[in-house]
C-alpha cells in the first residue's frame, strides 16, 4: 500500500529536550516537505526537499533541520524544542514533475512544556 | 506575496450543494488545489485545476479563473460525512504548496 508514514504520532516533551520526528515513504518520490499546522494559521511549511541531498527552508524553518540521505526517508530534527514548536506536524511526498498530488502522513501532535 | 483567503466556517444541510471560494494572489502559479481534511486527520487530495473551467470529479467540482485569482469547490448532495476542513492550495512552479488557512464546513441533517 503506498502511504507515508510517521513516528512518533503523539509526543510530549520538555524545553530543550532533542527530538527527531521521522518520516517514510514507499512510493520512490522524490520530493518530500515538512509542515506544521496550528489554530487560525493553516498549514506551513517548514523544510522541503527535491531530492537526496538537497533541502531547503520553507515558511517557518526556524528551530528545526532536516536531512535527506535516502530517497524515502525525511527526518524532522528539533535540537533544543520550546513550547512555540507544539504543533501538529505533517510529512507529504510527491514525484516533483509538476502538476502531482501530495500525500500526507497521520500527523504528529507535539507538545512542549 | 503570497495570500490566499477563504472563509472561516459554512454549514449547510445534507442534500443540499454548498459553494466554498478561494482567491489567492502568488508569486508564481501552476496550478491550485483542493484537499479535504478530517479533524484531527491529514490532509487528503480532492482536484487540482491548471487551465480556467470546471473540473468536475462526482459530486465534488472544482473551478479556476487564473485572470481573477479565483477558484472555488461545489460539493453536491452533501453527506454528513463531507463534514470537514477544506483546504486551497497553490502550488507555484517550484512544487512547493500554500496553503490557505481552510474552510471548515459542518453538515446538519
Known amino acids: 500500500e503506498a502511504q507515508v508514514t510517521q513516528n512518533p504520532r503523539y509526543l510530549i516533551t520538555v524545553t530543550g529536550k532533542k527530538l527527531t520526528v521521522t518520516c517514510s515513504q514507499n512510493m520512490n518520490h522524490e520530493y518530500m516537505s515538512w509542515y506544521r499546522q496550528d489554530p487560525g494559521l493553516g498549514l506551513r511549511q517548514i523544510y522541503y526537499?527535491?531530492?537526496?541531498?538537497?533541502?531547503d527552508k520553507g515558511d517557518v524553518p526556524e528551530g528545526y533541520k532536516v536531512s535527506r540521505k535516502e530517497k524515502r526517508n525525511f527526518p524532522l530534527i528539533l535540537e533544543s524544542p520550546s513550547p512555540n514548536q507544539t504543533s501538529l506536524y505533517f510529512c507529504?511526498?510527491?514525484?516533483?514533475?509538476?502538476?502531482?498530488?501530495?500525500?500526507f502522513g497521520p500527523g504528529t501532535r507535539l507538545t512542549v512544556t | 506575496g503570497q495570500n490566499i483567503d477563504q472563509p472561516t466556517e459554512m454549514t449547510a444541510t445534507e442534500g443540499a450543494i454548498v459553494q466554498i471560494n478561494c482567491t489567492y494572489q502568488?508569486?508564481?502559479?501552476?496550478?491550485l488545489f483542493w484537499y479535504q481534511q478530517h479533524a484531527g486527520e491529514a490532509p487528503t487530495f480532492l482536484s487540482y485545476n491548471v487551465l480556467d473551467g470546471l473540473e468536475e470529479k462526482g459530486r465534488f467540482s472544482s473551478f479556476l479563473s487564473r485572470s481573477k485569482g479565483y477558484s472555488y469547490l461545489l460539493l453536491k448532495e452533501l453527506q454528513m460525512k463531507d463534514s470537514a476542513s477544506y483546504l486551497c492550495?497553490?502550488?507555484?512552479?517550484?512544487?512547493?504548496?500554500?496553503f490557505g488557512t481552510g474552510t471548515r464546513l459542518q453538515v446538519f441533517p
Open positions: 507529504a511526498s510527491s514525484t516533483g514533475q509538476g502538476l502531482d498530488e501530495q500525500y
Open positions: 526537499s527535491m531530492n537526496v541531498e538537497v533541502t
Open positions: 502568488t508569486s508564481g502559479f501552476n496550478g
Open positions: 492550495a497553490v502550488q507555484e512552479v517550484t512544487d512547493k504548496l500554500i
